[in-house]
C-alpha cells in the first residue's frame, strides 16, 4: 500500500517513521521498516497494526542506520499477521511491495524447487527470493532486480537493499506509483510524494517500466528500453 526508502549520511528511521505516518491515511493493516545498521546486518521490525507500534517497537530494539525501507501493507494475499507484513527478506536481500504478482503460485514452485523456503503466504515474498537468486549469480542488485521483473508479471512499486551494499537502493516500477526524491548527499523513495515531503521538494515520477539506483550522490533511471 505505502512505501518510503531513503539513503544517507544519517539515520534515517525517523525519515522512514515520519513517511509512514504520513502515508496511514492511505488505509493498512500493518506497518515494517528495515535498516541497514552495518554492512551485513539488516535489521527489521514489523508489527500488525498502527505505525506508532511499529516505530515505537523499533525505539525499543534500537534500531538504527543509514539505509531503510520502510511500509504499510494492505494486505490481497495472505492474512494480515506479522510474518506477512513487509519487508520480506531473503538471505541478505530486504524488499517491500505494493501492488500484486499474477504469476506468484508458479514462481513460489519454481523457487521452492531450487531451496527457497517461504516463511509469509504473501505473493511478496517471491519477489524477495528471485531477487536474491539473481543477485547470488549476477553480483550486481540493479540487474538481479531487472532479472527477476522480467520473470513476474503484475502490477507492482517495489524498493530493494542488499546487506552487502550499503551504498545502494534499488526501485522499479510497473502499475504501481513510486517517486524519487533527491537530497543534498541523500536520496529518497515513496509511493506518494507526501512521505517525503519533509525532506525534499525535488522528485522525479518513474513510468511503468523505469528503473532507478540510488546512491548517496545521485539518482540513475532506466527505462524499458
Ligand atoms: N500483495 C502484497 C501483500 O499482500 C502487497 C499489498 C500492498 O500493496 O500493501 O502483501
Known amino acids: 500500500c505505502g512505501i518510503v526508502g531513503a539513503i544517507a549520511n544519517r539515520d534515517v528511521t525517523p525519515i522512514l517513521v515520519e513517511g509512514l505516518a504520513r502515508l496511514e491515511y492511505r488505509g493498512y493493516d500493518s506497518a515494517g521498516i528495515a535498516l541497514l545498521s552495518a554492512p551485513g546486518d539488516i535489521r527489521r521490525v514489523r508489527r500488525v497494526g498502527r505505525v506508532s507500534e511499529t516505530a515505537q517497537a523499533a525505539v525499543a530494539e534500537g534500531v538504527s542506520g543509514h539505509m531503510g525501507i520502510g511500509h504499510t501493507r494492505w494486505a490481497t494475499h495472505g492474512g494480515v499477521t506479522e510474518p506477512n507484513a513487509h519487508p520480506h527478506v531473503s538471505g541478505g536481500i530486504a524488499l517491500v511491495h505494493n501492488g500484486i504478482i499474477e504469476n506468484h503460485e508458479e514462481q513460489r514452485d519454481a523457487l521452492r524447487a531450487l531451496g527457497y523456503e517461504f516463511t509469509s503466504q504473501t505473493d511478496t515474498e517471491v519477489i524477495a527470493h ?26 507492482y512499486a517495489i524498493a530493494v537493499m ?3 551494499r550499503p551504498d545502494e537502493l534499488v526501485v522499479a516500477r510497473m502499475g504501481c506509483p513510486l517517486l524519487v526524491g533527491l537530497g543534498d548527499g541523500e536520496q529518497f523513495i515513496a509511493s506518494d510524494v507526501s ?16 528503473t532507478a539506483r540510488l546512491t548517496r550522490s545521485g539518482v540513475s533511471v532506466f527505462d524499458t528500453g
Open 162 to 164: 542488499a546487506e552487502d
Open 130 to 155: 528471485l531477487v536474491h537468486h539473481h543477485y547470488h549469480t549476477l553480483h550486481d542488485l540493479h540487474a538481479a532486480v531487472r532479472t527477476a521483473i522480467e520473470e513476474l508479471t503484475g502490477a
Open 195 to 210: 512521505a517525503v515531503i519533509g525532506q525534499t521538494r525535488r522528485v522525479i515520477f518513474l513510468e511503468d517500466g523505469d
